[in-house]
């Protein structure tokens, strides 16, 4: 009798430490995959607004009448904002290429290749269009295939 | 009664009880603590996403053009049957400056995000 109870006992100790040991499983298990979709949702958000904001700051930055155009460069959808410096007009051209966001500031005329720019942000694809009345279109993808627009409209119109 | 205090399965059973016990309380605490972490996440992602639309509606009416009005539930720009958000526009006219209150609005009809665009009307427009 005592060595029946003494089973039941050992039995009843195993089971409550598999309950211990799934309860205790499935948190760390929940907890891993709401920090997971967290820290993904907080790293997209960064990356769409980090591209967008970079973007929006350079059409701001160069709202000059007739310095800010779309156009090709090297065979790349491009955004092109000029400057001028001592009589000189140099360029900044903004393009994606190779899953990035490539920046190329030069001379205006002459001629550069793709991967003369310097690297900024990670990204899959840009495109740039002018909807005309100083309105430009940008629409952004990026690695995760996620995309964002943005409309800019500049004050000196374009 | 010495028999049963002596006992090593009934003194496990009782620390384990206890263990279990404890870790119920803080198991619940912690659960909480990740579901409001979560829903303040998709709050905060909801917030951002209303403000780029906003921003975006706001830069279509300085151009005068239409802006996207209904959004999907990933934030594009969809058919009024299929939105999720909605962005609302009351333009207040006013001398020399025209006024609009961009609101972005849920299904619910809750309001997320709000906007004032202030808009420099060309003399004789």
């Known amino acids: ?158 | 009664m010495r028999k049963r205090i002596d006992s090593g399965h009934g003194l496990m059973l009782f620390e384990l009880l206890i263990a279990i016990g404890f870790f119920a309380v803080f198991a619940t605490i912690i659960l909480r603590l990740f579901i409001s972490a979560q829903q303040i996440s998709l709050q905060s992602n909801n917030l951002s996403r209303a403000i780029m639309a906003a921003e975006n509606a706001a830069e279509c009416v300085k151009a005068g053009t239409e802006p996207a009005v209904f959004y999907n539930e990933d934030w594009v720009p969809s058919e009024q049957n299929e939105s999720a958000y909605r962005l609302t526009l009351e333009t207040v006219p006013e001398e020399g400056v025209s006024t609009t209150i961009i609101t972005v609005k849920d299904k619910a009809d809750t309001e997320i995000f709000s906007l004032t665009v202030k808009t420099l009307q060309e003399a004789g427009a």
Do not use: P
């Not at chain 1, 040991?21 to 499935?26: D, P, R």
């Not at chain 1, 001028?84 to 290749?113: A, H, N």
């Not at chain 1, 899959?124 to 990026?142: C, H, P, Q």
């Open chain 1, 1 to 158: 009798m005592k060595r029946k109870k003494t089973h039941i006992d050992t039995i009843l100790v195993l089971i409550l430490l598999c309950v211990f040991s799934a309860s205790v499983l499935m948190t760390l298990l929940l907890g891993t995959h709401i920090y997971s979709s967290m820290s993904d949702s907080s790293r997209l958000t960064y990356n769409e607004r980090t591209c967008m904001s970079y973007i929006a700051e350079k059409f701001r930055h160069n709202d000059v009448k007739d310095s800010v155009y779309v156009g090709e460069f090297d065979g790349l959808n491009a955004l092109f904002l000029d400057t001028e410096e001592k009589g000189v007009v140099y360029c900044d051209i903004i393009y994606c290429y190779d899953g990035w966001i490539w920046e190329l500031y030069c001379e205006r005329g002459l001629d550069f290749l793709r991967t003369d720019g310097t690297k900024v942000i990670e990204a899959k694809s840009v495109s740039f269009r002018d909807l005309g009345s100083g309105l430009f279109y940008v629409e952004a993808t990026d690695l995760d295939g996620k995309t964002s627009k943005l409309n800019i409209c500049l004050r000196s119109g374009g």
